[in-house]
């Protein structure tokens, strides 16, 4: 259940630390007796919630359908008693609908026009499109009527959390297990975001080394590019507009400026840890990095060690582990105190 939040790429670790002819120059502030907050029986309990959600399942009722409900249905738009293009679904799947807030994705109204309807039952809504209407604008602000087939009405159930649904679900036996690992779990993830924000306040870095920045950089920008163009490739989208689409990026430009942002935040993170594991002399253990090998194998989706090691090199494997080794020292080095 361990989660390293550190966000250090095995691909962009090492490079040698000169930047622009000057020596790189790290102040490190306090990094011992860092005041740190477990996390709170509300967060634990709030994260066991989203859990149990995501294991939810759909089960079909015999009633009228409610808000939340989710309704599965066949439907036709009509204008002026036409058939209009992308109002129709005869499939035999048909379309599940979630009556939500956000209207399950169509056109205000129509979600709602479905409160109390009950499966077989055939529903005529008079509706009238949006002005403006940008997937159709010949659509905008005309008035028109859906035929409605409801198939079947479903209702989300959620599990509760219980010894079988833990053993299903983790690799724990019990629910006490299961929620002293989480707790266990989140406070290191705290803890790691705490002691990164405090660090990244207190030291100051001089003369970053550019070639770090450029690498750390265009790994960031070639990433989002490379799915931009692939998921471009599915939508017939061009990579700029799928970069808008898909993650919010307006532009190359856009993406670029964020990527330098990253690069010195990591660079930064990356270059401050050394120096605490330099000055404290830490180091990374045969017996922790053969038992963090196999954890990076799994994470990155490799069957076997060696596949991994084909890709990534052992000797960054091993500072990567030893940023981890040094957020410990901090964590172990920290004031920890309970949440209010």
Do not use: W
């Not at 479905?114 to 002005?131: C, H, M, R, V, Y």
């Not at 053993?167 to 724990?172: E, K, M």
């Amino acid at each position: 259940m361990k989660k390293r939040i550190l966000a250090i790429m095995l691909a962009i670790m090492t490079v040698a630390a000169v930047g622009c002819g000057k020596k790189t120059e790290v102040t490190l502030g306090e990094y011992k007796g860092i005041a740190l907050t477990r996390v709170s029986d509300s967060a634990v309990e709030e994260q066991i919630q989203k859990t149990l959600e995501n294991k939810a399942e759909l089960l079909e009722v015999d009633r009228p359908a409610e808000k939340g409900d989710t309704v599965n249905i066949n439907y036709v738009g009509m204008k002026d008693d036409v058939a209009f293009e992308g109002g129709t679904d005869d499939s035999e799947a048909g379309t599940n609908l979630t009556i939500d807030d956000n209207g399950g994705g169509f056109i205000p109204g129509f979600a709602d026009g479905l409160i109390g309807a009950s499966a077989g039952q055939n529903i005529d809504l008079n509706l009238t499109f949006p002005d403006p209407y940008t997937n159709n604008p010949d659509l905008a602000g005309q008035a028109v009527v859906f035929h409605v087939t409801v198939n079947a009405v479903k209702e989300k159930v959620i599990p509760k959390l219980t010894d079988e649904f833990v053993q299903a679900n983790s690799d724990y036996e019990s629910v006490d297990e299961y929620k002293t690992a989480l707790r266990e779990a989140m406070n290191q993830e705290a803890f790691y975001q705490q002691i990164l924000d405090s660090l990244m306040a207190s030291c100051e870095v001089e003369n970053y080394p550019e070639d770090r920045i450029t690498q750390t950089k265009e790994n960031f920008v070639n990433n989002y590019k490379m799915y931009a163009q692939y998921y471009g490739s599915l939508t017939g989208m061009d990579t700029e507009t799928a970069l808008k689409y898909f993650f919010n990026v307006d532009s190359m430009q856009a993406l670029e400026e964020a990527g330098e942002t990253y690069a010195y935040n990591v660079v930064k993170q990356q270059l401050i840890l050394e120096k605490i594991s330099e000055i404290e002399k830490l180091s990374v253990s045969d017996e922790r990095y053969d038992t963090e090998i196999v954890k990076y194998a799994e994470q990155y989706n490799y069957e076997t060690v060696e596949e991994f090691l084909a890709v990534y090199k052992e000797e960054d494997v091993r500072k990567s582990i030893l940023m981890d080794v040094t957020m410990e020292f901090c964590i172990a080095n920290a004031v920890i105190s309970d949440a209010e």
